[in-house]
């Protein structure tokens, strides 16, 4: 299947050449159809599988073969200021032969600008809950000709505590609109919030929940956590790395880390809440054109980063929810391309290894004999991966499948 065989309009499609893009994913196949019948939309999809276009590509089509309007037709909250940033990219990007205005509003920035774009008038807008919201009460935004409402990772907005300012915003839109509702998990308060907003939606689903791609090669190395730093420093230089996002809990953690990698002559940068969005957005800029080798980043921090041909994914620290583990490899291997995604485990994230091995469809192979390997002892079902070919598919491998059992003992 080609775009053009989704009824898209010839502007649109133009802007998909001009991208180089001519096959849709299968989530962009499944829910533009659906969206540009008007349905109401539940897409469960996880992280790079081409969502952002699912969505912005049938958003922008209704909207141009509307009758002209004044006011905000349409709008798309994210969790992230990055993911707005990003799909505000893209709107431009799949829009740009079109006759429609949009403006990404988030916090941590001066409002100026934001409130520039919207007094002289936009048919879209990309927001962070908060700053939103802020502006709503400030008497800058009125929602009350949206026609569409796309709610982007709805499951992070949930983690992010955005649930009730979700709520505030909806009380402001029409009760009669198009929702579009993607999420890459459905946890239960997720689903209660679907059955308050969603009129006889269409479910499309290209994966099974809390599922990872099958493209990224998953590996564990069992490590003393202070053994981590030079793990990392090793892994990164042996493998002669030149891109990897780097995942730690902290915002401390994260600049820890860069310090230790520049130490070391390893050029890094760190994302995080802390930094001005200046700050952020210039350290996804170098780790984009490659000027930073390694990108270390929060949780929150990094939704919205789409690197392409990003090939590693290292969890320094292990998450605290499986989901959120999901979420972060889920970086890499994106689009069908390849990835790898190395996780550290010390004594105290066992019984997050457990949790994660718990998910459908994960396959997590243990790396033996490296240089920082902790004292452990496991069950062996097959064969570790070997120490001298750590990446390589074809080597067997111990491996950690759902139901099996092992056994650590942890030296002190």
Known sequence: MLFKNLNIIEPILRALKDAGYTTPTPIQAQAIPHVLEGKDLLACAQTGTGKTAAFAIPVLQLLQNKTTTTGIKALILTPTRELAVQVGESLGTYGKHLRLKHTVIFGGVSQHTQTTALRRGVDIVVATPGRLL??????????????????????????????????????????????????????????????????????????????????????????????????????????EIQNVLVFTKTKHGADKVVQDLNRSGINAEAIHGNKSQVARQRALNNFKRKTTRVLVATDIAARGIDVNDLSFVINYELPNTPETYIHRIGRTGRAGTKGTALSFCDAEERSSLKDINKLANINISIVKEHPYESNVEFTAVVKPKSKNRPFNRSNRSENFTRGNKFKKRWSN
């Open 134 to 239: 802020d502006l709503i009460n400030q008497g800058f935004v009125n929602l009350n000709k949206v026609e569409n409402l796309v709610l982007d990772e709805a499951d992070r907005m949930l983690d992010m505590g955005f649930i009730n300012d979700i709520r505030k915003i909806i009380t402001k839109l029409p009760s009669t609109r198009q929702t579009i509702f993607f999420s890459a998990t459905m946890p239960a308060e997720i689903k209660t919030l679907v059955a308050s907003i969603l009129k006889d939606p269409v479910k499309v689903e290209v994966t099974p929940e809390s599922s990872a791609a099958e493209t990224i090669n998953q590996m564990v190395y069992f490590v003393e956590k202070g053994d981590k730093k030079a793990l990392l420093q090793h892994i990164i230089n042996k493998e």
